[in-house]
């Protein structure tokens, strides 16, 4: 749930958590009704015009309603007004990105029809393919696209085992482990934003030509002459088995 104070600037936030810790409802912030004041409100409220051209906007995950994943604290948002007078909002903090609660449904649907966990992992492979489609960033190759959807996967509880030992290296094989391991405990401290922030801007200096329809058939061509004829065959069987049929 998203507290949006208006027509007021916040000089200074504080934590959510510390604000009202372990309550179950967003706080009530003193400073915005201009009844009480003190360290945890929002303090330094200008009410001139100049100042009302920016607000902040204090977004807090811990009632954002996710369906799974870590408690967050909060995010801080500015929203400026640029010449033209349209509002223009800049994320100043990032938090972790969450897998869509979509795709947390398809990849829980999967797992109750029986599918494997790769099939289930397809499901956040699709997400990030259609995020780089849709710019809002890059990836260097289409092998990194797929890495980033399975690590989303394995992060999010889906039981894909790690490559086979000899067919990556050891440091992808022990990100693969690390991102099963978080997958089975709840998170207990919070993402570094620092680090979260700094991934996020070397995507968007990539380009988005990974999740092309050439690029990714050009991929499936690649992973496919890897596999031996019994193998392709036995894909190929199984997947007429198991398909949709149309009524």
């Not at 009480?36 to 607000?55: F, H």
């Not at 995950?61 to 400026?80: E, K, L, N, Q, V």
Request: hydrophobic share 30%; charged share 30%; with cysteine.
């Amino acid at each position: 749930m998203a507290v949006a104070p208006t027509a007021v600037t916040a000089t200074r936030v504080t934590n959510c958590r510390r604000v009202c810790p372990g309550a179950s409802t967003p706080p009530s912030f003193g400073g915005i009704s201009g009844q009480g004041s003190g360290e945890d409100s929002l303090i330094g409220l200008k009410s001139d015009a100049k100042a009302r051209k920016q607000r902040a906007v204090v977004v807090s995950d811990r009632w954002a309603g996710m369906a799974a994943g870590p408690i967050i604290t909060s995010s801080i948002y500015t929203i400026s007004r640029d010449h033209s007078g349209h509002n223009q909002r800049r994320q100043t903090a990032r938090t972790w990105d969450m897998p869509k609660e979509k795709t947390l449904k398809r990849a829980t649907r999967d797992r109750r029809q029986g599918k494997s966990a790769s099939t289930q992992a397809g499901e956040f492979v699709r997400e990030e393919i259609e995020e780089i489609r849709a710019g809002k960033h890059g990836a260097r190759s289409t092998k990194q696209a797929i890495a980033i959807g399975l690590s989303k996967a394995r992060r999010a509880g889906v039981k894909l085992p790690p490559p086979k030992k000899g067919s990556v290296s050891a440091a992808t094989r022990h990100k693969a482990a690390q991102d099963s391991a978080k997958g089975k405990s709840p998170r207990r401290k919070p993402v570094s934003r620092i680090r979260s922030r700094a991934t996020t801007k070397a995507l968007q200096r990539e380009g988005t030509s990974a999740a092309s329809k050439s690029a990714l058939s050009r991929q499936a061509r690649t992973a496919a002459r890897r596999r031996t004829s019994a193998q392709r065959s036995a894909s190929a069987k199984k997947a007429a088995r198991t398909r949709a049929r149309r009524r």
